[in-house]
């Protein structure tokens, strides 16, 4: 049974950094596509970073220079390092996996291209 697990998220000011961390079991982490994605209340699901097998990200213009997507595939996690955070990053974040594949930028943000998803780790971020 896929699981992802995330953590890390919380209350930061402007300015600040926080690091996210989705812990995924139930399957071979390597051979599937990660991503993060945000949504706040009432707003869709929307694409932060993606990143494949072989180490390729991609990124939304919004945060692009500002968040970074990694894995360590030896543990099985996927991480978001976000730094210059600011009030409009406030969201859930969820971390997503799908079909390994090459895919364009946008299919890389794209939710309908994820199969599993974790529960989500809020992040508010105050001015």
């Known amino acids: 049974q896929v699981q992802l697990v995330e953590s890390g998220g919380g209350s930061v000011q402007a300015g600040g950094s926080l690091r996210l961390s989705c812990a995924a079991s139930g399957y071979t ?3 599937y596509y990660m991503g993060w994605f945000r949504q706040a209340p009432g707003k869709e699901r ?3 970073a993606a990143i494949d097998s072989d180490g390729n990200t991609t990124y ?3 945060v692009k220079g ?3 997507i990694s894995q360590d595939n030896a543990k ?3 991480y978001l390092r976000m730094s210059s955070l600011k009030p409009e990053d406030t969201d859930m974040y969820y971390c ?3 079909p390994r594949g090459r895919r364009t930028h946008i299919q890389a943000l794209s939710r309908y291209k ?3 998803w ?3 780790t809020q992040v508010t971020v105050s001015s």
């Open 29 to 31: 982490y390597s051979t």
């Open 114 to 116: 994820y199969t599993y």
């Open 60 to 62: 939304a213009d919004s």
């Open 118 to 120: 974790g529960q989500g």
């Open 46 to 48: 929307e694409g932060v």
């Open 96 to 98: 997503a996996a799908g």
């Open 66 to 68: 500002r968040f970074t």
């Open 76 to 78: 099985n996690t996927l």
